[in-house]
């Protein structure tokens, strides 16, 4: 049972950001099955195609984490920490089961404390490899074939390769979208603000993609309908970091007076713009798409040729957001205790200050106590940009 | 009233400290005092007290910034101005040939690098004490050596220790048994002051520092920090002839800069609606 | 690794065995071997413990440079803050894996001056001719650190081997798996050989490799067996000396050298079981050091446990063999696969035993396994805030441990491995203290 949301899109984006997890909750009245994970690096198509709800589990930067430090350990990603603790207190009650890739040590390392403590009914780790060669490409198809023949098992039926090749053409929908919906971004001053264009995203990946599909369509639509021009305001930012699930930070710098305009965060571009391309057995595009066409910190990618084309090769995507959408500055915003990003901020400041924007690199531990801090910092990279 | 007569203020609205200046071409007058924790009172009284001083009043100001800890409190403000850009063009008026600035205040640090006078980068400590006047408050008290003399003795040293806690509070208890071991005074002095500026050199070191190096912010003053720290960098470094005010000129210019690029362009600048009475009716 | 020398005069720490007492020379040792290997101009590769390439590189002459250990001696002589202060001033966060912050701002110092930096520890680390890295669920800095070096070092060239290994799950046995995780291992591997073979003026010899290979499969089942000896009461050797006897286990295995020094050690210890010699003469409480890097430069806290009557039996860090023989290998005569399948079987090891106790998994077996074989009084782990791969779980697997076997006595230490401002030591030696009274307490109530 679908639900139309034209002519509703931001109120609903609204309703479904801020009650996170509703729509799933009826889902699960109306007897759908709910499959929760983490990270942009599950394979949501394979999660779909076996007729589950794929429901990403965001944290909670207002909620101080108190549950999640009986079990888990303080040094562990604030991110995953505080998803630990919001499902710890009861928030995904709804889920069946839980899905989590081998993204990077906090998130693979935890699995056992995740797979134990919530015992659901079903738990399953991804071992995604490392590296982008042959033979990990190959060794993925196997671990994909790992996990589709055991959560076709857990769904009572073997998963079909049309039905996966119905939930890729979804998916591939979805991503298009988003990649029309990045288009309004690109005027001066952008048609839709950053938080707008967070909160939606944040909302997209707690409910089935068709509905997805619709809100951004929706969406799409109402802000090509605005009549009120936005604010022109004095800086264009791109924000650069791993998962970004709350719209806290995107805010302090859209009310310190800047536009978000861009962006290389989950969910968020690097999400987003990659799709699964259609190959005989479908697994093989996901496989593709999944370890080689995602950017992130946690792919190791071998360097051939001189070292400007490796930060060419790893950043590139950067430097043509930062051409393509007019950015004047780019933030950092990576968390303590992130090593996939952690580890690459010299290259990344690097290889984006060579491209000619200037580079606020800022740490943080995922809560609005700390995220106020910022402020300062924010308003003088504003202020530097400025007097350019 | 001729344009050269134009005055601008510049209230910095520190942690520790507050301090207004009123300039134009040809003066400057400044009030420095202690903040406390009522900000919009204190703010008032102060420029109050800076206007007397020049025999001026509030309306002859053409323009004010406020920066600081406390910016968002100083509300005849105009204009909110980090103490980041603040102290920057501070220092580029006094000092134009300073690449880099170090600002060492009571609970923050920041090193600012400079290219044609204006900010390029920075970085800031504001969430650890061992890297601000904080660090030497606490264990000036568990000394029971006052602030004003720690710099100076440190200076005396023979055999500084070495002081191995970076947080503050284990290093005053650190500091505490060595008194007690009977390690000379002034020694542990110096251990402290290398403590703090090995913390504000390693945040600074991340800037790529280039001279020439001006240091601001109450711990310029500390003559056993400036030592600290010139040894660190292996060259000497620049002190504005009042370091706390840099913050507060800095506003003021700032404010000038943006009246003057207003007037050039054919307009004028949107102006704060609130006078400065109107803000003691709420004290 | 266990001289530390600071002008406060710290006494060397006392060791149990003789073999301990060998390692620091032996560090030492290697640490000159690789500088003169680098004046002559023979290759040498940065590259990682447990990484299952060990073998390769010895077969092939080439010389490793263990960049965790470096860091280690670094951290044990007090001497790892200026490089991780070089590290921050590069914005590397302080929270990430001190080893690489300190191996980091060590080789961004030398890059930037061409030089050791000054009184660099025991000589200083020399330049890479290559870097090895390895991709897995162990660690992400192996995966993430060199190539962070690499933007100090353009020109040195990075392989990262894939070494994955099956997790303990329940929706399959790892023996549905085992067969592409090998192959992919295999590939990995001699993907490593031609990288090796093209950077460096080195050719693999296959009848070398297969020869190399089993005497690291003799010295592994030789650390076992002299490993288990430490079940006799009174215990002859502590984790303390463990952290030195790692040496050779990590850093030189498939040489002879290693395998003679755990034989060596083997005899040892069956010469103070016959005494019966234990580490103390009244051992009070027998440890199970259930996790956790130790704190380098703070290892003279075992002698503190000693001194109250505790002694460390059996630990599970850097114990990281088990006897080939029981790992159920198959009979292959590719050297590679042989090291594959010994990857996989070894991480695979502990999965059946934890099938049979619901709620288990193989770590928590193995902490069970250890408080059964070596009669453990009481369980410590130590948190390395550093350190993201050994210790997350560390926590939930002590609180498993209780809800599965029993309720035993467990102590959490806290500091780290290299970073020595982490650590306070009255703080710890009162923690060690209270441990040690209910070590006592619960003594007495069994009576």
């Not at chain 1, 499902?87 to 709804?94: D, S, T, V």
């Not at chain 3, 620091?24 to 101009?41: I, S, Y």
């Not at chain 3, 990484?51 to 010895?58: A, H, K, Q, T, V």
């Not at chain 3, 860090?317 to 050297?335: A, I």
Request: proline share 5%; glycine share 8%.
């Amino acid at each position: 049972m679908q639900v139309d949301v034209s002519g509703r899109g931001l109120v609903t984006v609204e309703k479904y950001y801020q009650d996170y997890g509703s729509r799933a909750r009826e889902l699960k009245k109306q007897g759908r099955r709910i499959m929760g994970y983490l990270c942009a690096f599950t394979p949501v198509e394979i999660i779909a195609a076996a007729g589950f709800v794929p429901f990403r589990i965001k944290g909670d930067v207002n909620e101080p984490i108190t549950k999640a430090d009986t079990e888990m350990e303080t040094i562990v990603c604030p991110l995953v920490r505080s998803c630990f603790d919001v499902a710890l207190k009861g928030k995904y009650e709804f889920l069946d089961g839980i899905v989590i890739p081998h993204a990077c040590d906090s998130i693979s390392r935890t699995y056992d404390v995740w797979k134990y403590t919530l015992n659901l009914p079903y738990s399953h780790l991804i071992n995604m490899p490392h590296s982008t060669g042959e033979p990990s490409l190959n060794f993925y198809k196997s671990i994909l074939g790992t996990f589709r023949t055991s959560l076709g098992k857990f769904a009572g039926k073997e998963i079909s390769d049309q039905s996966l090749n119905q939930a890729i053409s979804l998916y591939n929908q979805n991503r298009a979208k988003v990649r029309e919906l990045y288009e309004l971004r690109k005027t001066a001053p952008p048609s839709i603000s950053g938080a707008e264009v967070a909160k939606l995203l944040i909302a997209a990946v707690s409910i089935p993609v068709e509905e997805a599909n619709q809100l951004i369509d929706s969406v799409i639509k109402e802000v090509k309908q605005r009549k009120a021009v936005p604010a022109a305001k004095p800086a264009r930012i791109m924000v650069v970091g791993a998962q970004v699930d709350d719209v806290a930070f995107i805010d302090l710098i859209e009310d310190s007076g800047a536009w978000v305009v861009a962006d290389d965060l989950c969910p968020g571009a690097r999400e987003f713009f990659a799709d699964v391309d259609v190959t005989a057995d479908p697994i093989d595009g996901i496989a593709e798409r999944y370890l080689r066409k995602i950017k992130c910190g946690r792919t190791f990618r071998e360097k051939k040729g001189d070292y400007e084309d490796y930060l060419e090769e790893r950043f590139g995507h950067i430097g043509r957001f930062i051409k393509d959408s007019k950015v004047d500055g780019v933030v950092l915003y990576i968390y303590k205790y992130c090593d996939p990003y952690g580890f690459d901020v010299p290259a990344m400041k690097s290889y984006i200050e060579s491209v000619g924007a200037p580079v606020l690199y800022l740490e943080d531990e995922y809560s609005m106590s700390t995220i106020g801090r910022l402020r300062t910092r924010i308003q003088a990279f504003l202020e530097l940009i400025g007097s350019k | 009233m001729a344009a050269l007569s134009q005055y601008f203020a510049g209230v910095d609205i520190g942690s520790t400290m507050t301090k207004v200046v009123i300039m134009n071409e040809a003066m400057m007058n400044s009030v420095i005092g202690p903040t406390g924790p009522e900000h919009r009172k204190l703010a008032n009284r102060v420029m109050e007290e800076a206007l007397a001083k020049a025999k001026l009043v509030f309306e002859d100001i053409t323009y004010v910034v406020a920066t600081g800890y406390g910016r968002i409190n100083v509300p005849f403000a105009d204009k909110q101005i980090t103490e980041i850009s603040c102290h920057a063009r501070g220092v580029a008026h006094l000092l134009p040939e300073v690449r880099t600035v170090i600002d060492i205040g009571g609970q923050d640090s920041k090193g600012i690098k400079l290219k044609e006078g204006r900010v390029v980068d920075f970085v800031m400590n504001d969430k650890c004490a061992a890297g601000t006047g904080r660090f030497l408050e606490v264990t000036a008290e568990e000394l029971g050596v006052s602030l004003e003399d720690m710099g100076r003795l440190s200076l005396e040293a023979e055999n500084r220790v070495e002081i191995s806690s970076t947080c503050t509070v284990f290093a005053a208890q650190e500091v505490v048994a060595k008194l007690s071991e009977g390690v000379a005074l002034p020694d542990i002095l110096a251990g402290l002051h290398e403590a703090i500026a090995t913390r504000i050199y390693g945040m600074v070191r991340r800037l790529k520092i280039e001279r020439e190096v001006a240091l601001t912010g109450g711990g310029a003053k500390n003559i056993g920090l400036v030592k600290a720290l010139e040894a660190k960098l292996g060259f000497p470094v620049l002190v504005p002839p009042e370091p706390l005010l840099t913050g507060a000129i800095g506003a003021a210019l700032l404010g000038r800069d943006m009246v003057r690029e207003a007037a050039e362009k054919g307009g004028t600048l949107v102006r704060s609606k609130r006078r400065l009475t109107e803000a003691t009716l709420f004290t | 690794m266990t001289e530390e020398k600071k002008p406060e005069e710290r006494k060397p720490r006392k060791h149990a065995t003789e073999a301990a007492g060998k390692i620091g020379p032996m560090v030492k040792a290697a640490l000159a071997e690789n500088l003169r290997a680098k004046e002559e101009g023979e290759p040498i590769a940065y590259s990682f413990i447990f990484s299952s390439y060990d073998e390769i590189i010895r077969a092939m002459d080439i010389m490793p440079a263990w960049t965790e250990n470096y860091a280690g001696v670094c951290g044990a002589k007090r001497d790892a803050q200026r490089f991780l202060e070089r590290a921050e001033s590069e914005n590397f966060s302080r929270s990430l894996c001190t080893y690489a912050l300190c191996g980091l701002g060590f080789d961004s110092w030398r890059e930037e001056t061409g030089e050791m930096p000054p009184d660099a520890p025991w000589g200083g680390q020399a330049r890479p001719t290559v870097m090895l890295g390895s991709g897995q669920i162990i660690c992400d800095p192996r995966y993430k650190w060199y190539q962070a070096a690499q933007h100090y070092m353009p020109d040195v060239p990075v392989y990262v081997a894939g070494l994955p290994f099956p997790p303990y799950e329940d929706d399959y046995d790892y023996r549905d798996v085992q067969d592409y995780y090998v192959k992919y291992i295999v590939e990995e591997l001699r993907g490593l050989v031609a990288f090796l073979e093209r950077h460096t003026n080195r050719k693999m010899d296959w009848d070398r490799l297969s020869e190399v290979v089993d005497i690291s499969d003799r010295t592994w089942n030789m650390i076992s067996e002299a490993y288990d000896l430490r079940k006799a009461v009174p215990c002859p050797m502590g984790t303390g000396d463990a952290m030195n006897t790692m040496v050779p286990m990590t850093f030189m295995m498939g040489t002879q050298e290693a395998y003679d020094f755990f034989k060596d050690l083997y005899d040892e210890l069956k010469r103070k079981i016959a005494n019966k010699e234990g580490i103390i003469p009244d051992e009070k409480y027998r440890l199970l050091w259930g996790g956790g890097l130790p704190a380098w430069f703070a290892l003279s806290d075992f002698n503190y446990f000693n001194s109250k009557g505790a002694v460390f039996p059996a630990e599970v860090t850097y114990r990281q063999v088990e006897p080939v023989y029981e790992l159920d290998m198959p009979k292959v005569s590719d050297p590679l696969e042989h090291l594959a399948w010994r990857w996989v079987k070894y991480w695979a090891y502990r999965h059946d035993k934890a099938r049979k106790r619901p709620g288990s998994n193989p770590d928590v077996e193995r902490l069970i396994e250890y408080i059964e074989e070596y009669k453990i009084d009481g369980v410590v782990i130590h948190e390395a805030f550093s350190c993201r791969s050994w210790h997350p779980g560390l926590i939930w697997q002590l609180n498993q441990l209780k809800r599965v076997y029993r309720d035993i006595p467990s102590l959490i230490l806290e500091s780290d491995i290299v970073d020595i401002s982490s650590y306070n030591e009255a703080d710890t030696r009162a923690r060690i203290d209270a441990f040690i009274d209910t070590l006592e307490a619960v003594k007495s109530k069994k009576g």
